[in-house]
């Protein structure tokens, strides 16, 4: 079973950007397809971006062009860097690795003014 940390969620004002980071241990992280989903209050968890073991990208439309997903295999750390904020990008952001149950404990975002 693979732990996952998630760190960097905060406050932000509207335009502004933050990097949520997921550490990862064990051996399996860099052949691991991973995700990050958020939940907004009320509301179901909704994927938001994926990068597969190669660096293949996908986004949701309602990210697309603002965040970026990234992965350093030798630091076992994947990275979602947000920018142009919005307040609906606000929500509990969890990373995850793709096809199993091994999920972080999340991290708050809130982008208010």
């Known amino acids: 079973q693979v732990q996952l940390v998630e760190s960097g969620g905060g406050l932000v004002q509207p335009g502004g950007s933050l990097r949520l980071s997921c550490a990862a241990s064990g051996s399996i992280f860099s052949i691991s397809a991973m995700g990050w989903y958020r939940q907004a209050p009320g509301k179901q968890l909704d994927l938001v971006a994926t990068i597969s073991s190669r660096g293949v990208t996908n986004y949701s439309d309602s990210v697309k062009g603002r965040f970026t997903i990234s992965r350093d295999n030798a630091k076992n750390t994947l990275y979602l860097q947000m920018t142009r904020l919005k307040p609906d990008d606000t929500a509990v952001y969890y990373c995850?690795?793709?096809?199993?149950?091994?999920w972080g404990q999340g991290t708050q975002v809130t982008v208010s003014s």
């Open positions: 995850q690795v793709l096809g199993t149950t091994s």
